[in-house]
């Protein structure tokens, strides 16, 4: 079964924010070079801190030795569903602010988090398109950076799987379980406050 995982939603929502989520059955497909195109045109355009747009991207294509290089990096628990991705995405953000007019250059504190915008934008944008995108945590952030030889100030935040879901049946059966499981979220009491910490807001 090729799986639609609709968010089970409280309240309306636009449905590219429903229907994005994280699959692990990826087919082996190759993403249109159009709608990679898109994809990052989609995540260029992401708001941030003074428009530095600390954003970067690095894609290995399957079969290629920068492929294996970062697939090589994952944790033991994403190996097994990423070895056949189209798109491995290593995300990177620059944590310097640049020197501007009397100002010497800084550490950017948003810089993740506006990597994280330009991910959210360039998801909606997958989703739009019928591709999926799963972002990961788990690796061997040093060793990214040893092997692509990223310079200083850029720091490795999560690699990416890209490309378009596959039936759940291609997965060993212990993924199997979790690509089927239903999505859930904490309510919206636990996290949005009103007047007070902890104080849910009164709509929720
Ligand atoms: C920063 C970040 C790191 C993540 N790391 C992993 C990971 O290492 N392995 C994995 O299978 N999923 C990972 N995920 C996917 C989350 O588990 C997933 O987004 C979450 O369970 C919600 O599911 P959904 O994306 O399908 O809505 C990560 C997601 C994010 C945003």
Redesign the pocket.
Same mark, same amino acid.
């Given at each position: 079964m090729k799986l639609d995982?609709p968010?089970p939603t409280d309240h309306p929502v636009h449905e590219l924010i429903s229907r994005? !989520?994280?699959?692990?059955a990826f087919a082996a497909t190759p993403v249109e070079k159009e709608k990679m195109q898109r994809l990052f045109e989609a995540a260029r355009w992401a708001a941030s801190s003074s428009n530095v747009q600390p954003w970067r991207f690095l894609l290995t294509h399957q079969g290629t030795d920068a492929f294996r290089a970062l697939h090589s990096c994952l944790?033991n628990?994403?190996k097994p !569903?990423t070895q056949n991705v189209p798109i491995l995405m290593l995300s990177v953000t620059d944590t310097i602010f640049p020197a501007k007019n009397d100002k010497p250059a800084r550490d950017n504190p948003t810089a993740k988090h506006d990597l994280?915008l330009a991910?959210a934008n360039l998801s909606l944008q997958a989703t739009d398109m019928g591709l999926h995108v799963?972002?990961?945590?788990?690796?061997d952030n040093g060793r990214v950076k040893e092997i692509f030889g990223l310079p200083t100030p850029y720091e490795p935040?999560?690699v990416t799987a890209i490309g378009y879901a596959a039936d759940s049946s291609t997965l060993p059966d212990d993924l199997r379980g979790r690509e089927e499981a239903p999505?859930s979220r904490k309510a919206l009491s636990d996290f949005v406050f009103e007047s007070s910490w902890g104080e849910p807001a009164s709509f929720t």
């Open positions: 995982k968010a994005r !989520w994280s699959p692990r944790s628990g994403n !569903w994280g991910l799963h972002p990961m945590a788990g690796f935040v999560t999505r």
